[in-house]
């Protein structure tokens, strides 16, 4: 079964700061994408970012970018400008065929 | 109005209790998801559809049934709920595209006494 990591079960940043949230994925695929979602305290599923293994540039959507690392396996989420709203889990979603394997997750808080 | 709606928001049952959950969705998406969020962990598939006449077993597909009414509709049911399916559940569309991201409903939140 694929295995994905996401190694910081907690994290804490200062409101206004960036934060890296880290994930690890093991697969054998080639091709593949992988997600970003935050689930905030409301319980719902928010999609933030897509990264394609075939892409040549880091995505980016407004103050969410991946740091994809393809030959690491990784794809660390980095919110710039931490805003209170931030805080939520997040979770790291890559794609093993036709389905997406969702990590367990990190929970960040902004401090004010 | 929301893309993609869950009825029952909340539920509780008991043990031994048919119960099923519905998910609709406007986006016009051909596949369709069912899974479960236990409490400190990441989501798992139950069942999905990529149309009307397709249903694939997901991870965790036992003790759960499906129907796939028509492309805007996928009921999920538990024929005889147990107490550790006390979870809460998401539905989710995605259409087969660049990125066939998905895109979940506001979850149902179900207990099983």
């Known amino acids: 079964a694929q295995k994905i990591t996401q190694t910081q079960p907690g994290m804490f940043v200062q409101e206004k700061e960036a934060v890296t949230l880290d994930c690890t994925y093991d697969?054998?695929?080639?091709?593949?994408?992988l997600f970003w979602y935050k689930q905030p305290s409301s319980g719902e599923m928010i999609f933030l970012i897509y990264?394609?293994?075939?892409?040549?540039q880091n995505a980016t959507e407004g103050r969410y970018s991946l740091n994809f690392q393809k030959a690491r396996k990784s794809a660390n989420l980095v919110i710039s400008a931490s805003q209170l709203g931030d805080s939520a889990m997040y979770f790291c979603?890559?794609?093993?065929?036709?389905?997406?394997?969702f990590g367990p997750g990190t929970s960040l808080s902004v401090i004010p | 109005d929301a893309d993609v709606t869950q009825t029952p928001r909340n539920r509780i049952t008991k043990t031994g209790k048919r119960i099923m959950l519905e998910c609709s969705q406007t986006?016009?998406?051909?596949?369709m998801y069912w899974y479960r969020q236990d409490p400190g962990l990441g989501l798992r598939l139950i069942y999905y559809?990529?149309?009307?006449?397709?249903?694939n077993k997901g991870e965790i597909s036992d003790g759960y049934s499906v129907s796939r009414q028509a492309q805007a509709k996928f009921s999920l049911s538990l024929e005889s709920a147990i107490p550790n399916q006390t979870a809460l559940y998401f539905c989710?569309?995605?259409?087969?595209?660049?990125?066939?991201?998905?895109?979940f409903g506001p979850g149902t939140r179900l207990t099983v006494l």
């Open positions: 989710a569309t995605s259409d087969l595209g660049s990125t066939d991201t998905q895109y």
């Open positions: 697969t054998s695929d080639q091709s593949y994408g």
């Open positions: 990264q394609g293994s075939y892409d040549e």
């Open positions: 979603a890559p794609r093993k065929g036709d389905k997406v394997i």
């Open positions: 986006k016009g998406h051909d596949r």
């Open positions: 559809s990529f149309d009307v006449k397709d249903i």
